[in-house]
């Protein structure tokens, strides 16, 4: 008598964590795409704090957006969060992951800054020295897990409180399933958003760069382009 062995069925791409009660921080949580990714998760139910280099400025944004919002200092929003969304400025990036590496440890961070330079000739992507934001994230904070997502947002969409959904697909990059699809879990409270994975952080590059293409289809079509990825 001959016996085979059984193998677990694979996992279905689709079973997401319960990521509800996570409490979730915005770095740059003032600038226009920090501050409409926390009025869209703390709108779908996240506990959120945004941060900024001044609290009182933080504060203040917060209770605009409201739907329980906090704000803190960067540091404090980093402490308290579990999950730490970097929404800064590229000019400032490198240099406020570099002070906040202790309050990071240990933390998921999420990075979703775009490396972008403008002339005349419109936006065009720049190629940092570590291949992206996402990489130059991973190597300033080697305590941290990093993953990248929410790049290819348009603000003015996120902040428009007459919209109950945002009709795109978010590129989620990471290094461990377990943190992508944390990430995935968190685009999907958002209506109309999906997270989806799309590789690992030697791939965050050209999803970076995808930016400067849709503010070109932006500025011809004077639309607020997203994505979405067909047959899955």
Not at 176 to 190: C, K, M, P, S, T
Request: aromatic share 4%; hydrophobic share 45%.
């Amino acid at each position: 008598m001959t016996t085979t062995d059984s193998k677990p069925a694979p996992k279905d791409p689709w079973d997401l964590p319960d990521v509800s009660g996570l409490v979730v921080g915005v770095l740059g949580g003032t600038g226009e795409q920090g501050r409409g990714l926390a009025y869209r998760l703390a709108k779908a139910g996240q506990q959120v704090i945004i941060g900024s280099r001044a609290a009182d400025r933080a504060q203040d944004v917060a209770a605009e957006i409201g739907h329980g919002v906090q704000g803190a200092d960067n540091a404090e929003c980093a402490r308290r969060s579990d999950i730490v969304i970097v929404a800064v400025p590229w000019d400032g990036h490198a240099k406020t992951l570099e002070s906040l590496r202790e309050e990071l440890a240990g933390k998921l961070v999420v990075d979703c800054v775009n490396p972008l330079g403008f002339d005349k000739k419109g936006a065009y992507a720049l190629k940092p020295e570590e291949g992206s934001a996402a990489e130059q994230a991973a190597a300033l904070l080697p305590d941290s897990r990093v993953a990248a997502a929410f790049h290819h947002l348009s603000a003015v969409l996120l902040q428009d409180t007459s919209l109950e959904e945002i009709d795109t697909d978010v590129m989620v990059l990471g290094e461990e399933r377990a943190d992508v699809e944390l990430v995935q879990a968190l685009a999907g409270r958002i209506p109309g958003m999906r997270g989806v994975f799309a590789g690992r952080l030697r791939n965050a590059h050209q999803v970076e760069s995808l930016v400067a293409n849709l503010i070109s289809v932006n500025r011809r079509y004077k639309a607020h382009a997203g994505l979405r990825v067909t047959d899955i």
